[in-house]
């Protein structure tokens, strides 16, 4: 069995030094007065899984409740990186790709398997649009969501990034429309599903290549059932909990894959129908050009009654009806919203995820 401690040397940028080395090159440069900005994030991992202590810390993104700083053991880290490294069938000197922010678990891990699977690691700017080192031919590459979403929409962004080999999309639900955008790519292209909490993922699902929408597959050494309230349960020994008891509810394919469908805690109770957000929001995203969500609000009849708050400007009381008759042909009575909100503007994740809770509290009060 193999040991954290044995892997001891990170190439980076296309320099390959041990990760005390990498330590010794960061002190020179800070007292010779030099920045090491780019790379400042990456040798703070570096310093952490070097030293002596058996945990790192991480960060929550924020997306189930308050963020917050967790400590994960390395060996568990070891653990979580070899199942990525065997599952994309990733091999030494192959080339990785970070443009995640590295105080969350996505930007750790990415650091992590490079050390562990001694794949050459380049890092860039972690903007909507990453730019792709020149002259690199990148094997690996892991995105949030919103970045693939606009490297989707940008020409010459889609034409360089068709060149990377393999490419996971996590920290996020990756909606109908950039699916269908990503099915006819010719790299291979994975929906991730994980938490912090996890240790990053530990189920895959393929997108490219795909005629319809396919389920998580969960990895090596992973063991799912549901709860009663069909929620998804992780078993494994290499995972901080062991169960992990997760608030995501999904759908049994078999004991080995699932279909994710929604959140309990976004759960909506409308006269005695238990009605899941984000299904509804797939089916309403056609019909929109703005940011939204679904919630349910308290209600005197109803218990809770749909509401669909969107970041606009108020529509015109022609447009919103007009929006709802649209709606009608896609949700049932139950489903359909009692009512539209509007704010300015959403409040986000320390990631980038809307805030649902924090969102619906700038909804104005009625007069």
Same mark, same amino acid.
């Given at each position: 069995?193999?040991?954290?401690?044995?892997y001891?040397?990170?190439?980076?940028?296309?320099?390959?030094? @041990?990760?005390?080395g990498w330590?010794a090159?960061?002190q020179?440069?800070?007292?010779?007065?030099?920045?090491?900005h780019?790379?400042e994030? =990456?040798l703070? &991992?570096?310093?952490d899984?070097?030293?002596?202590?058996?945990?790192?810390e991480?960060?929550? *993104?924020?997306?189930?409740?308050?963020?917050?700083?967790?400590k994960?053991?390395k060996?568990?880290?070891?653990?979580?990186?070899?199942?990525?490294?065997? *599952?994309?069938?990733?091999?030494?000197?192959? *080339?990785?790709?970070?443009?995640?922010?590295?105080?969350?678990?996505g930007?750790?891990?990415?650091?992590?398997?490079?050390i562990?699977?001694?794949l050459?690691?380049?890092?860039?700017?972690?903007?909507?649009t990453?730019?792709?080192? @020149?002259?690199?031919d990148?094997?690996?590459?892991a995105?949030?969501?919103?970045?693939?979403s606009s490297i989707s929409?940008?020409?010459?962004?889609?034409?360089?990034?068709?060149?990377?080999?393999? =490419?996971?999309?996590?920290?996020?639900?990756v909606?109908d429309?950039?699916e269908?955008?990503l099915r006819s790519?010719?790299?291979?292209?994975?929906?991730?599903?994980?938490?912090?909490?996890?240790i990053?993922?530990?189920?895959?699902?393929?997108i490219?290549?795909?005629?319809?929408r396919?389920?998580f597959?969960?990895?090596?050494?992973?063991?799912?059932?549901?709860?009663?309230r069909?929620?998804? =349960?992780?078993?494994?020994?290499?995972?901080?909990t062991?169960?992990?008891i997760t608030n995501d509810?999904?759908?049994?394919?078999?004991?080995? @894959?699932?279909?994710?469908?929604?959140?309990a805690d976004?759960?909506?109770?409308s006269?005695?129908?238990?009605?899941?957000?984000?299904?509804?929001?797939k089916?309403?995203?056609?019909?929109?050009n703005?940011?939204? &969500?679904?919630?349910?609000?308290?209600?005197?009849?109803?218990?809770e009654?749909?509401?669909?708050?969107l970041?606009s400007?108020?529509?015109?009381q022609?447009d919103?009806?007009?929006l709802?008759?649209?709606?009608?042909?896609?949700? *049932?009575k139950?489903?359909?919203p009692?009512e539209v909100?509007?704010?300015?503007? &959403?409040?986000?994740?320390?990631?980038?995820?809307?805030?649902r809770?924090?969102?619906?509290?700038?909804?104005?009060?009625?007069?």
């Amino acid at each position: 069995m193999s040991d954290w401690r044995d892997y001891k040397s990170l190439s980076l940028n296309g320099t390959k030094r @041990s990760l005390q080395g990498w330590r010794a090159f960061a002190q020179q440069q800070l007292q010779e007065g030099y920045g090491i900005h780019d790379i400042e994030e =990456i040798l703070e &991992f570096v310093v952490d899984w070097s030293n002596r202590k058996e945990w790192i810390e991480a960060r929550t *993104s924020g997306s189930t409740g308050r963020p917050k700083n967790i400590k994960i053991k390395k060996e568990q880290i070891l653990a979580s990186a070899e199942r990525t490294l065997e *599952s994309l069938e990733l091999k030494a000197g192959d *080339s990785a790709l970070l443009c995640l922010p590295n105080r969350f678990i996505g930007g750790k891990m990415m650091i992590a398997r490079s050390i562990i699977g001694e794949l050459e690691l380049h890092i860039t700017e972690n903007t909507a649009t990453p730019q792709l080192p @020149s002259g690199i031919d990148i094997s690996f590459a892991a995105v949030v969501p919103y970045q693939m979403s606009s490297i989707s929409k940008d020409a010459d962004a889609t034409k360089n990034w068709k060149k990377v080999k393999k =490419i996971i999309v996590g920290g996020g639900h990756v909606d109908d429309a950039l699916e269908a955008k990503l099915r006819s790519w010719p790299n291979e292209i994975y929906e991730s599903f994980g938490m912090t909490e996890t240790i990053s993922h530990v189920a895959l699902r393929k997108i490219s290549g795909t005629k319809e929408r396919e389920p998580f597959v969960v990895l090596d050494t992973i063991d799912v059932e549901l709860d009663d309230r069909g929620c998804l =349960i992780i078993h494994s020994e290499a995972l901080p909990t062991n169960p992990t008891i997760t608030n995501d509810i999904v759908q049994m394919v078999d004991k080995r @894959s699932f279909h994710w469908m929604g959140r309990a805690d976004n759960l909506i109770n409308s006269g005695g129908v238990k009605i899941i957000p984000e299904v509804l929001e797939k089916l309403t995203k056609p019909h929109l050009n703005v940011r939204f &969500f679904i919630t349910g609000m308290k209600d005197e009849d109803l218990g809770e009654r749909v509401v669909l708050v969107l970041e606009s400007q108020p529509l015109t009381q022609l447009d919103e009806e007009e929006l709802l008759t649209d709606l009608k042909n896609d949700l *049932s009575k139950y489903e359909l919203p009692k009512e539209v909100a509007y704010v300015d503007e &959403f409040v986000e994740t320390e990631n980038g995820k809307i805030n649902r809770k924090k969102s619906v509290k700038l909804i104005p009060k009625p007069v």
